[in-house]
């Protein structure tokens, strides 16, 4: 079936430095990619996303690219902080459905002061 | 502020009992919902797709006659866990999506416990 890989699993940066969170789709047919901040214990919250007209987009000290032919996408935060520390799912549609995500196996990143 | 509300965000029962779940989608009409389980330190599992009138669509392995799915209205949906166990325990959480832009949020989640 259709799938998501998302890497590093685990990832410690320092506090100011940057952090790169990756992901790979299978499906084509995929038109939306967005990524969800979860800290323990609550619901995943969208952070950003990005559609598939589109290569890249910024919101602040978070921007996330888009290669379709390659089907990978990543997360980009710049000047990280403490509390950017939690988990972070990155997720695409599956086929053109609207709202039915298959969803990578998420990233903790931890950012130390 | 929350544009998905879920309902209880924790709640205790006995085995045996049923326990029901809301998810809201505040100022928007959701004619489908997702209802996702969690395990701790894993990914969120899509567990159904809930769709406005009609009846859900379970993902394979998810017992449709356990978890009871209802989708009553276009911003309300309901899991009930019928007849609970203690391995029903979990993080069970609900996303909505705004018919135009195709955003999709998550309701804060739902901590099951079976005694």
């Known amino acids: 079936g259709e799938n998501v890989e998302q890497h590093p699993s685990t990832l410690s940066v320092q506090e100011g430095d940057s952090a790169v969170i990756k992901c790979t789709y299978s499906?084509?047919?995929?038109?939306?990619f967005p990524w969800y901040k979860q800290e323990l214990g609550k619901g995943p919250q969208l952070i950003i996303d990005?559609?598939?007209?589109?290569g890249e987009k910024k919101d602040q000290r978070i921007a996330v690219t888009l290669n379709k032919t390659a089907k990978h996408f990543s997360l980009h935060i710049t000047e990280t902080q403490p509390e950017d520390s939690a988990v972070y799912f990155c997720?695409?549609?599956?086929?053109?459905?609207?709202?039915?995500?298959?969803f990578g196996k998420g990233t903790k990143l931890s950012v130390k002061p | 502020g929350a544009v998905v509300s879920q309902h209880p965000s924790r709640v205790i029962c006995k085995s045996g009992t049923s326990v029901k779940i809301e998810c809201r989608s505040l100022?928007?009409?959701?004619?489908?919902m997702f209802w996702y389980r969690q395990f701790p330190k894993q990914s969120l599992m899509l567990m159904a797709t809930?769709?406005?009138?009609?009846?859900?669509?379970?993902e394979q392995g998810v017992e449709k006659d356990k978890f009871l799915i209802n989708h009553a209205s276009l911003t309300l949906s309901t899991l009930t866990v019928t007849s609970a166990h203690p391995e029903d325990s979990s993080f069970y959480i609900c996303?909505?999506?705004?018919?135009?832009?195709?955003?999709?949020?998550f309701g804060e989640g739902s901590w099951l416990t079976v005694v």
């Open positions: 996303s909505a999506g705004q018919v135009s832009g195709n955003t999709i949020y």
């Open positions: 499906d084509s047919a995929s038109n939306y």
């Open positions: 990005i559609r598939s007209n589109v």
């Open positions: 997720a695409a549609t599956l086929g053109g459905s609207q709202g039915n995500l298959i």
């Open positions: 100022d928007f009409q959701a004619t489908t």
């Open positions: 809930s769709n406005e009138g009609s009846k859900a669509t379970y």
